[in-house]
Every structure is written in C-alpha cells, then in structure tokens.
C-alpha cells in the first residue's frame, strides 16, 4: 500500500476520507483501516477512490498493490476497450519512456498514457504512442485540445481519447466505432486531463 501516494492524491484534488468514504457508502473508519493496510483494497472501493481522486481504477489497485500494473488493467471494467491506457513499463525495452517524460515536463499530476485506439490518428496521434497527460489542467480546456476523458455508463466506465470542442468530445479518426460525439456534463462524460507532449520510440 503506497500510503504517500494516496495522501498526495488526497491533496491535489482536495479530498477528504469522509468524501471517499461517501462514495462507497461506508464509513471513514474503513478507508484508513485501506490506507493503512489493515483492510484489502476491493474492488468496489477502488472505484470509490478512483471516482474522488479522479484518477484510473487501475492505478488505484496498482498503488494500494491489491494487482500488478498489467492484473489492474485487466480488472478495470470496460478498460479493454478505452482508447489509451496508462503506462505500464514492460523492463528494458522501456527504460527510456521515463526519461523522455521527464523531458517533456513529467511531474505530481502528470501522467505517461499509451495511445491504443486509433480515434485520433487523424490528428497524428497513433496506436503506441505515448503521451504526457496533465491532470492538473482538466478544469482549464480549451477548445481544440486533446484530452482524456471518463464515459460513464451502464456497462461500467471507459477511458476515451478525443478533441474538446465544447460542449463536447469528437474523434479525429477513421474508426467508425469512434465517430459519436459525448456530452461533456461533469457525471456521464468527465474530462480527467490535457495531453500537453506526444512521441513515439520507433
């Protein structure tokens, strides 16, 4: 459990264990016993946190290490089919992803993303890409930028990559499965970052 990175969370986005705690519908007795490890981090409650500290289920059971990177990504509902995934280091062959994102202004609250989907190749943006996604900047979009962004709904949750033109998200991809617009209403459709930085290593 990386408690640290948890409290950090907590902080950025002004979250206290009451509101976590809300989200699950338990008490706050029960997201410290999480944080200190005295609890198992279930399902059910990482969504919870994900939802308040606005960041990937999949990072939330990584960090609390209730599942390795590639088991979190696998357990996430509907992550199979988000179009970009968070970074998750393969060995050797990614030791330089780090650096490189260090260069483009990694930070606290800026995160490597994988492209998966090709719902932004119009924009040059394409399958194994990586890109620099600042979470910071999610309240601040402009209209034309690139962003991820949260769609909710009955089947669970997905990641999706598009371009904001408000009020909502469209694709610029040649991918029919891609091509609806989504409603950006803060519930349904929340935009969790900007992408700020994109390279590829081959």
């Not at 960090?63 to 988000?82: M, N, R, V, W």
């Not at 997905?158 to 040649?174: C, H, N, S, Y």
């Amino acid at each position: 459990m990386d408690d640290k990175w948890f409290k950090t969370q907590q902080k950025r986005v002004g979250v206290t264990a009451d509101v976590i705690a809300a989200a699950a519908g338990k008490s706050r007795s029960a997201v410290s016993k999480i944080l200190s490890g005295q609890q198992r981090m279930t399902l059910d409650w990482a969504t919870a946190f994900a939802e308040t500290l606005q960041v990937p289920v999949a990072t939330v059971l990584e960090k609390a290490g209730a599942a390795s990177p590639a088991t979190a990504q696998q357990l996430t509902p509907g992550f199979a089919e988000s179009d970009v995934a968070p970074f998750v280091s393969r060995g050797a062959e990614d030791r330089a992803t780090p650096t490189l994102a260090a260069a483009f202004g990694a930070r606290a609250g800026v995160d490597v993303w994988t492209v998966k989907g090709r719902g932004m190749a119009l924009a040059g943006y394409l399958p194994g890409d990586f890109i620099l996604v600042d979470t910071h900047a999610a309240e601040r979009v402009k209209a034309g930028d690139a962003v991820i962004a949260q769609v909710y709904g009955r089947t669970g949750a997905r990641t999706v990559f598009r371009r904001f033109e408000p009020p909502v998200l469209v694709a610029a991809g040649t991918d029919p499965d891609g091509a609806g617009v989504h409603v950006v209403d803060g519930v349904n459709v929340v935009i969790r970052g900007r992408v700020i930085a994109c390279w590829r290593t081959n």
